[in-house]
């Protein structure tokens, strides 16, 4: 296992720059840098979208293509609610109230994956080490493909950029009964241990697996049968596995974006504001559908400056980082459309998997 050392400047005068610039847009337009009542508003609408889609597909209206339409409804509302409601709680970003944050976050359990978990995988390691090689967690597919210019390369890559669309499928059956548990156990992630949960946590852990388990297969396979049901949970887990990959590897794991490879053991010093602007890439800016859905996950590099902040209040902000950022001269990297940065994620994963004598790509270290 690769030993990751970096040191991160987190207070360079890029950092300070931003930092200020974006303290006196809320000071000075009395806002609130928290959620606040719009993103209380959008959990509701998001909510009612899971709930109704739930009911529909439950109701047995339409025989089977009723229950596979309601199987992709219910997928798609659960990546809202990830992308909404249990990324800004488990960020600290939902509201002021510690409590709140803490039950929004908790969310994630109820829709199929462990919020204990994730604070460490997604707040910890993909937040510091985003596209470093044996840390960051998005781009480690367990050896099914290769994403970074660092990885290994095996000739069974080659046609990685047809079939990763099938495996995002995959994605979150594999969270729901396998990654959670077996990272639990291990208690580390890549080679970074995180502290073992208490014991209400351990509890909460496995009562909300249970419901989730609950919702998603038993009552199906109870109402309609082990086929139907068993489908039912593949459709909604396939059409939620591949909105969040396809969502995370468009702001990162795309032509635009940098990879960092760090030696061995060996410390190495980045900027912390430079490394996340050179390794994250914003798209389909100009789109308020996906800005909406997304939880402005499209404003991607504003989210990895300022994770503490809600996404409600992205667009707002991107112009004075972008201000900052060409004071700077350090580039911010805006990709164009959701399609066109499919494309580019299309090629990226192309590129990768031919040979590196090939694929020359330069590593930024
Ligand atoms: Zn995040």
């Known amino acids: 296992m690769k030993d990751v050392r970096i040191r991160f400047d987190r207070k360079s005068p890029l950092q300070a720059a931003l930092q200020t610039r974006v303290d006196a847009y809320f000071a000075e337009n009395g806002l609130n840098p928290k959620g606040g009542s719009p993103l209380i508003g959008k959990a509701i609408v998001i909510g009612l979208w899971l709930t109704a889609a739930y009911a529909f597909a439950m109701s047995g209206i339409g025989g089977w293509a009723g229950l596979l339409l309601g199987a992709m409804m219910v997928g798609m509302a659960q990546a809202g609610v990830g992308f909404n409601i249990m990324h800004d709680g488990n960020h600290g970003a939902f509201s002021t109230d510690k409590r709140t944050n803490l039950w929004m976050g908790r969310?994630?359990?109820?829709?199929?994956g462990s919020s204990y978990i994730w604070r460490q995988k997604h707040n910890v390691m993909h937040h510091t080490y985003p596209n470093v090689v044996g840390s960051d967690d998005d781009i480690d597919v367990g050896g099914l493909a290769r994403l970074a210019p660092a990885q290994p390369y095996h000739p069974g890559y080659r046609l990685q950029h047809f079939y990763m669309w099938i495996l995002y499928g995959f994605i979150s059956v594999k969270w729901n009964f396998y990654d959670d548990f077996a990272q639990l156990i291990r208690g580390h992630l890549g080679g970074h241990r995180f502290p073992r949960p208490k014991r209400g946590e351990l509890v909460y852990?496995?009562?909300?697996?249970?419901?989730?388990?609950?919702?998603?297969?038993?009552?199906?396979?109870?109402?309609?049968?082990l086929a139907k049901g068993v489908a039912f949970y593949f459709v909604e887990a396939f059409t939620l596995g591949v909105t969040l990959a396809v969502v995370f590897q468009l702001a990162h794991c795309v032509e635009e974006a940098d990879f960092t490879d760090v030696p061995d053991g060996q410390v190495t010093e980045l900027d912390f504001a430079e490394h996340q602007l050179n390794t994250t890439v914003d798209f389909a800016r100009g789109n308020p559908f996906v800005t909406w859905y997304l939880g402005g996950l499209n404003y991607q590099a504003i989210h990895h400056l300022f994770p503490k902040i809600s996404h409600v209040h992205y667009p707002?902000?991107?112009?004075?980082?972008?201000?900052v950022c060409a004071e700077f001269n350090v580039p911010y990297r805006i990709n164009g459309g959701f399609w066109e940065s499919v494309g580019s994620h299309y090629r990226w994963l192309k590129r990768m998997g031919q040979a590196p004598a090939v694929a020359a790509q330069p590593v930024t270290a």
């Open 107 to 112: 969310v994630l359990d109820l829709v199929g």
């Open 205 to 225: 852990f496995f009562v909300a697996k249970a419901l989730f388990f609950g919702w998603v297969i038993i009552a199906p396979i109870a109402l309609f049968g």
């Open 316 to 323: 707002a902000i991107s112009p004075i980082v972008e201000e």
